[in-house]
């Protein structure tokens, strides 16, 4: 139940700072990174999927958002 905790409490990190710097939930080794997938590449303010995922354990979740949050999109990309 904590780690899944843990999870929300990343994808809501992640909604208000889409830089945040976070430990992996399931293996606190890797780190979590982002990437906006749109339901419609032309209109991405219509919403799509939020895949948050693990640098180390691959670890995967999945966020559906029909109403994006104001950086949606902005980072797609594995630093």
């Given at each position: 139940?904590?780690?899944?905790?843990?999870?929300?409490?990343?994808?809501?990190?992640?909604?208000?700072?889409?830089?945040?710097?976070?430990?992996?939930?399931?293996?606190?080794?890797?780190?979590?990174?982002?990437?906006d997938v749109?339901?419609?590449?032309?209109n991405?303010?219509?919403?799509?999927?939020?895949?948050?995922?693990?640098?180390?354990?691959?670890?995967?979740?999945?966020?559906?958002?029909?109403?994006?949050?104001?950086?949606?999109?902005?980072?797609?990309?594995?630093?």
């Open positions: 139940m904590e780690e899944r905790k843990l999870w929300l409490d990343a994808v809501e990190f992640f909604r208000n700072d889409i830089d945040s710097k976070i430990n992996c939930p399931t293996c606190k080794t890797g780190t979590l990174f982002t990437i749109a339901f419609e590449i032309e991405s303010d219509k919403g799509g999927e939020r895949y948050i995922k693990c640098t180390h354990c691959n670890a995967l979740e999945i966020v559906l958002y029909r109403k994006p949050p104001n950086n949606w999109f902005s980072k797609n990309d594995v630093e």
